[in-house]
């Protein structure tokens, strides 16, 4: 049997961010990974893009809070920058121009740098797009790659450092309430803490029922990404991402190459989800309408899923009817972007201390993030 003050499930971002905060309160940690790789999951699969015009408005505060930490993160955290400029561009199709204006307006309200380009603008800037199906644009000057492996990695060996432990090959197959807090089951062990928190992503759910609480309603969505080759005569390298504000499509350069999405959201169950044909045919079909590319082999895809409550916003808070278990998922598209800001919350108010001030100051409540929202407890 291992006792620790707190049992974190899941080592994705979401679980291992959180782990770290709570590490440096003093709190001692163990996270249980059920794969031998703690980011296989949504974490190891993203687009990697730091955006703070983007996702519901609880995402784009909690995406702002978490700059500094990005910028300036503790010393020795990462060997490198954990973000590179890149920039998005925003477009819209005729009829679309709206989502643009409200771009521009919210944006500026919340301090991010955007501006508005017009289609011929935005032809400059990309050569290869088909600007008679684009409208208008705005471009996020200060939107940024992440580089999620580096975050995740400082987040886990700052963690381990502070005395945390994270198990790995750990499927946890039972939970039981005991007199003093919680009993968990992984393989062969026995896991005993006052507090679990559940950051298990698409199998939140799945965690809850075991734990004997209600299922909220998570549903994960798949979304696929594919490589594409670039004719020799196209240098990408420098471009924005650029990304249909109507989400059929975006594509940012990697390595000399595309990284492109059909922006894809198919409910689906928790899974080690696989991409689809028809969804990396649908990719190559979008890319070429929207540009002058002739793709004849995509290159390389993957699908990720993106997990969701029936309202679209996270969930960080204590479970209303089951003392100690604590919900952490429901991060969606974004979970990534918002990791310190979302870990630094969670962190105090396991601990009793409510919102952190820098936060409450950009209105951020308990209240938004609540398991006991109205809708939670029906599929998104
Ligand atoms: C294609 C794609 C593009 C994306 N682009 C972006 C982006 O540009 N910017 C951004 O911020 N976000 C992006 N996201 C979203 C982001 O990846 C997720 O929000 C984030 O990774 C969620 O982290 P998580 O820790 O909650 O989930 P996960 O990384 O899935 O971690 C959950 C962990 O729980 C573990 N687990 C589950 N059940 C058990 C169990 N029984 N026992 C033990 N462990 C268990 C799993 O093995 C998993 O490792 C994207 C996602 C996808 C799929």
Same mark, same amino acid.
């Given at each position: 049997m291992k006792t620790s003050d707190i049992l974190i499930i899941g080592g994705g971002i979401a679980g291992m961010s959180t782990a770290y905060f709570l =590490?440096?309160?003093?709190?001692?940690?163990t996270v249980l990974e059920r794969e031998d790789q703690p980011g296989y999951h949504s974490t190891g699969r993203s687009a990697a893009l730091y955006s703070e015009t983007y996702g519901p408005k609880i995402i784009r505060k909690m995406s702002t809070a978490s700059r500094d930490f990005f910028l300036t993160p503790p010393d020795g955290f990462t060997e490198n920058p954990i973000l590179t400029p890149r920039g998005v561009i925003l477009t819209a199709a005729p009829g679309n121009e709206g989502a643009i204006d409200e771009v521009l307006t919210d944006g500026r309200a919340n301090g991010a740098n955007v501006v508005a380009l017009t289609a011929d603008d935005i032809k400059k800037l990309i050569p290869i797009l088909n600007t008679d199906l684009i409208s208008c644009g705005a471009l996020e000057t200060d939107a940024m790659d992440i580089d999620v492996h580096a975050l995740h990695w400082g987040f886990i060996r700052h963690f381990k450092?502070?005395?945390?432990?994270l198990v790995?090959? =750990?499927d946890v197959s039972a939970i039981a309430k005991t007199a003093t807090g919680w009993q968990v089951t992984a393989g062969n062990e026995t896991y005993e803490a006052a507090i679990i928190v559940n950051a298990a992503g698409a199998w939140a759910d799945e965690i809850?029922?075991?734990a004997g609480a209600k299922p909220l309603g998570i549903t994960p969505k798949r979304r696929t990404a594919v490589m594409v080759d670039l004719p020799s005569d196209v240098n990408a390298l420098g471009w924005h991402m650029?990304?249909?504000i109507g989400e059929g499509l975006y594509f940012k350069e990697d390595a000399g190459r595309l990284l492109v999405s059909p922006s894809d959201t198919t409910p689906t169950v928790p899974h080690d989800v696989q991409p689809e044909e028809l969804d990396i045919a649908i990719t190559i079909d979008r890319l070429m309408t929207a540009t002058t590319l002739k793709i004849n082999r995509p290159g390389e895809a993957w699908a990720g899923l993106r997990s969701f409550f029936a309202d679209g916003d996270p969930v960080s808070a204590f479970d209303p009817e089951?003392?100690?278990f604590y919900w952490l998922a429901g991060q969606g598209g974004y979970g990534i972007q918002t990791a310190p800001a979302m870990g630094e919350y969670a962190a105090s108010v396991i601990c009793g201390d409510g919102?952190?001030?820098r936060m409450a100051k950009i209105g951020i409540t308990e209240d938004a993030l609540a398991a006991t929202r109205p809708g939670l407890g029906k599929p998104a």
């Open positions: =590490a440096k309160r003093g709190k001692s940690i450092k502070l005395g945390g432990e790995v090959n =750990a809850a029922q075991k650029v990304s249909d089951m003392g100690g919102v952190p001030a």
